[in-house]
């Protein structure tokens, strides 16, 4: 079992920066992805970016250049730098873990946090 807490979501205006942190319960680098995902209302849960146990990272389209995907294998987080955010990133984001290699579908996440609020005004 893993558990998954982020932190660091808010309110900010269009053109700004937030870092979300996910703090698991237990050693994920040695054979987990982590990965972070996001839903906006009334819309479906959408892959953002992961980073596997090797240290690749996956980035979906719409965050490629502005969001960066990091981990502190000493502290067991993972952060998602999110810098000239646009309103449209306005989401609930969730930090999930999977055994294995990266996946960009949120079905083969097996462990998910609570999620955090990300607002990003106009």
């Known amino acids: 079992q893993v558990q998954l807490v982020e932190s660091g979501g808010g309110s900010v205006q269009a053109g700004g920066s937030l870092r979300l942190s996910c703090a698991a319960s237990?050693?994920?680098?040695?054979?987990?992805?982590m990965g972070w995902f996001r839903q906006a209302p009334g819309k479906e849960r959408d892959f953002v970016a992961a980073?596997?146990?090797?240290?690749?990272?996956y980035y979906a389209d719409s965050v490629k250049g502005r969001f960066t995907i990091s981990s502190d294998n000493a502290k067991n987080t993972v952060d998602l730098q999110m810098n000239s955010l646009k309103p449209e990133d306005t989401a609930v984001y969730y930090c999930?873990?999977?055994?294995?290699?990266?996946?960009?579908?949120?079905?083969?996440?097996?462990?998910w946090g609570q999620g955090t609020q990300v607002t990003v005004s106009s």
């Open positions: 980073i596997s146990w090797s240290g690749s990272t």
């Open positions: 999930a873990a999977r055994y294995g290699s990266g996946s960009y579908e949120s079905t083969d996440y097996n462990y």
């Open positions: 237990r050693r994920t680098y040695r054979s987990y992805t």
